[in-house]
């Protein structure tokens, strides 16, 4: 699947049994993944993906330690287990894993693009499926392409 934007163009992969839907979570996401014959916001499980503008001194393990800090202090159980470990290192990406007993679990994969930050957010209802939602987390960001068009052009022009 490739989508555009006007400085950029991003290819990924729509895994089986999960849908892309691009204008369905405007106010949250740049666009969403979420379990075909489910609507996304009664999905147990549902994947976020937003484009985030970045200064240039910012980091992708900065994002993160904000994300981190964010979550603990939106979850009182935040650092009271240990990490379940669903998801390993995605080349390319950083990956956090977020559990708050109880209340859902989150899986944060940032990569940096010039300009900006895309982060994908899987967030999984407790006791949800957040084992089959990581398989397909992970063949997304597997697929991930990012191309900037701005660039593409200026070199065509010149």
Not at 110 to 123: D, H, M, Q, R, Y
Request: with cysteine; charged share 25%; net charge negative.
């Amino acid at each position: 699947m490739r989508l555009s934007g006007s400085t950029f163009s991003l290819e990924l992969v729509e895994p089986a049994g999960w849908r892309l839907a691009t204008r369905a979570a405007s106010q949250v996401a740049n666009f969403i993944f979420h379990p075909e014959g489910q609507d996304w916001r009664s999905a147990e499980s549902v994947i976020y993906v937003r484009i985030v503008p970045r200064e240039e001194d910012e980091t992708g393990q900065g994002f993160l330690e904000l994300s981190d800090k964010r979550f603990r202090e939106q979850c009182p159980f935040a650092g009271s287990e240990e990490r379940p470990g669903f998801i390993h290192e995605v080349p390319g990406f950083l990956v956090e894993e977020f559990p708050c007993p109880g209340v859902r679990d989150e899986v944060v994969a940032i990569k940096e693009v010039p300009g900006a930050f895309v982060v994908f957010t899987l967030s999984t209802d407790p006791g949800g499926l957040i084992e089959t939602s990581v398989l397909a987390l992970r063949k997304i960001l597997v697929s991930f392409r990012w191309q900037e068009t701005l660039a593409e052009e200026q070199g065509r022009e010149g």
